[in-house]
Structure formats: structure tokens, C-alpha cells
């Protein structure tokens, strides 16, 4: 078996799957945005050939085009307007695949020097811009946000608790808890469980009509813990919530955290993107105070997933959260005053996550990826300000591109905001969501995609306004 292929054969296949992708890229817009999905004819396609002796490999290719076309949401589509799933910039897609076939392990700093500084690189970058100092700034990739969240609850326990590491929650005589808002993702909620804590640890505090962690809420449930015989050690404030983009206010939170001396977390997955623009980032006020950051480049910033970072400024917690020695690991740096990332993260073998966000600043610059939020955030606006054109209300409060809405002659009506979005999503023309907001089940759109334009967004009221209006009529 030739597992090499020979040089003409993979020369041919590159170049038959370059012109097969590049089209897709080019006229993703011209593809239903939406599959049907008709799980037994997917089973089909998939189950199709026998994998005892392979088939020739462009058939393979195609039948995977074939799949992949058919049926996914296409979230790189400019009539995407989902869950922070972005069009994957040009040098990401480059990056991942010199990625793939250098197939770099970053588990050990000598294996990939480059590679290594690289994402020591970034993280300097995103930390000193979230305004941690220089010399402290210290992080590491992670599959995404939810495993930087996990990381975050890991190091607070560690921080805050020497015996965890050794003797596990087992030898810790308080009982410690943690604190999210009732917006805040479920990761953390996950994360609570995942460390052993218990799902009980993780205190859900009520949001105000804005959708933000309530600050005296906060205050008197750790005041009330307290008192009930608990540990509080870690505050998590969420600077753009997944379903509205609601930004706790960090600095009062802050204050509660700093007096308490709990470990602060700023779960900013999608909404830390606002850091590279010089006016929006004072939503972000108060995030330099944060012992830790959860930022994904795989949302705003549009590299291929995924692409998360932990990001802190206790430079010596991800070493006493994770280091472990093993004799088999590569020693050549031993002496060099580099850390090897296996002993940084959740993670041991390693992809070289940063290179597509290295590679796409490479080619736009920060200020390449600030004019694109900001893009971005105006197509939100315009869209709010069509969607309140055709009586809608908006239910979110937020300057980030999410809009939950919902017609307000139909808060009432059990199911409306749902029979609105499946009549869009069925139209195969457009991707949107159902989200509660302020305590109506609205519809969200949000804008992920660099590519959407004018055009688009008014495409996407004009179809959710004839959906409404078929809706309407179905009722009558
Ligand atoms: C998406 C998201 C996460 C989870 O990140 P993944 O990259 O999906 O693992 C965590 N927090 C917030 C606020 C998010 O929007």
C-alpha cells in the first residue's frame, strides 16, 4: 500500500480539490443555507462504501464535497446569523492546512520553537491589549471556550486552595462555590461539575432586565454563603452573553470579588474581540482587573474552529495547575527558561492552534480585524433599526451584532417566535435562532459573518417579515 501516494497522483488531487474548495468559498451564498435533514439518507451517503479495500481516492474526495454540501448548515453563508459561528477568514483555511501537513506536536517547546513562540506571541498580544501587565501576562490555546472556561475553575481552585492538586476536593475542609450569571454559558456550569465541585457549587445569579449578572445579587449570595459555613473563590462575569450579548459590569463585580479575595474570571468568548476596537473597547472597562480571560478566535476573529485562549496574569498558575513530569517527554530545553506547553494545559499533545490567528493578523493586522467588527456592529444596528421599521421589538440591550426580538401583538402567542424562525429556517434562505430575552421567547439573529452586507440584512427582514406575515395568516 502506498500510503504516500506518488507525487503526480497528490499533485492532481491538490489541484482538483483547490479549484473544488475555492468554489465553494467563492459561492457559498449560492447554496441553501439550511439542509433538509433526512437523517436515513445521510446514514446512506455515509455508509455508502464498504471500508475493507477503499475506493479511488478523487471519488473519495467528491463524495465527501458531496456530503459536506449537502448536508450542513453552511454558518460560512452571509445568511448565517447563528451562534458566533463565523465564515472562516482566507489565511485560517491556509493555516490550517500547513498545520495539518507539518503536523507540528507542540507538546514539548523543542519539538516546535516556532510554533511555541508563536503562541507565546499572541498571548502577550491579547493580554497586554485586555490590559494586563507585559511581564506578567501569561495563557495557552485551547480547543475553545469551554475548555479555557474549564482551565479558569481549575487554576481559581488551585489558587485558592493548595491541598487540591494533592489530595483533591477531598482535602479541602470548606466548601467552596462559584459564581455566574443566570446568562452565563453552560460550560461553566459544566466546568463546575467536570472539577468535582458538584453542580450545587455553581451559584446562578439572577440577571436584570439587561440581561447582567445583578451586582448586589451577586453581593448578597456570597454575603449568604458566608454565613452558611462556604468558601466563595471564583466570580465569573460574561462580557457578551451567548444568547443576547449582555456585558456584566465587570468593574462592580470586580469590587466584590477583589474584597472577598476570590479569583475574577471574564468568560469573554465572543464579546473580547471589542478589545481591538479603540472605542468599544471601554465596554470591556474593568477587564484588566480579571486574574483570568476566556477569549475564543474562533468567534469573532472568524479563524477556523477552534481556536480558544485562556489568557491570566498569575504567571505561575498554569504551571502549578497542570505541570506533571514525564521521563519520555523531550529534554533538550531543560535548561532554557521556556515552558513546555504540556505542562501548561488541559491538553498534552497539541495542535498548532495559533497559527490561524497568527497567520490571518499576519495578513489584516489588528487594524484589519478592528475595521471588520466595527463593520459588524453596524450591520447589527441596521439590522434593529429595519427589524423596529416593521414593528418589532427588540428585547436585548446591547451594542454587540445580536438582535432578540419578537412582535410585541404576539408575546402571548404560544409558539409564534418558534413557527416565525422554522418558516425561515425552512425557506432554506437563511439561518436564525429562538432565544429567551427578558422572559419572551423572541427570535435572535446575530451577525457572524464578515461577508454580510446591506444586501443581507435586508433580505433577512424582508424574509422574516413574510414569514410573520404567514404565520399571521395560518393563525386566522
Ligand atoms: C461559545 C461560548 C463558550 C464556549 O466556547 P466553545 O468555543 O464553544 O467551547 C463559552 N462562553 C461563551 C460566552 C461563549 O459564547
Redesign the pocket.
Known sequence: MDFDLNPQRRRELWEALLAQLEHYYAHTSELPASPPLHREKIIALVEQFKLDKGIPPQQAINHVLEGMTRYAVHTPHPMYYGL?NPRSTFPGILADTITATFNPQMAAWSHNPFASEVENFLVRELGTKFGFPKEKVDGVFAS????A?LTAVLCALNHHFPDYANRGLAGISQKPVMYCSAES?H?IVRAGRISGLGLDAVRSIPVDGQQRMQAEALARQIAKDLTGGYHPFLAIA?A???GTGAIDPIPEIANIAGHHGMWLHV?A??GGALILDEDQKLLLRGIERAHSI?F?A??WLSVPM?A?IFLTREPEILSRSFRITADYMPKEAQDMPVTDPFTHSIQWSRRFIGLKLYLSVLFFGWDGYAQMIRHQCRMGSLLKEELRESGWKIYNDTELPIACFMDPDHEQTPGFARAVTDKVIGSGKAWISVYPAAGVECLRACITNYASGEKEIRELAALINAARTEIRAELT
Open positions: 458566533f475553545g471556550g469551554a475548555e472556561n454559558h460550560s460574561t457578551g452573553a451567548t468568560d468568548a465572543y476566556t475564543d474562533h468567534k477552534g480558544g
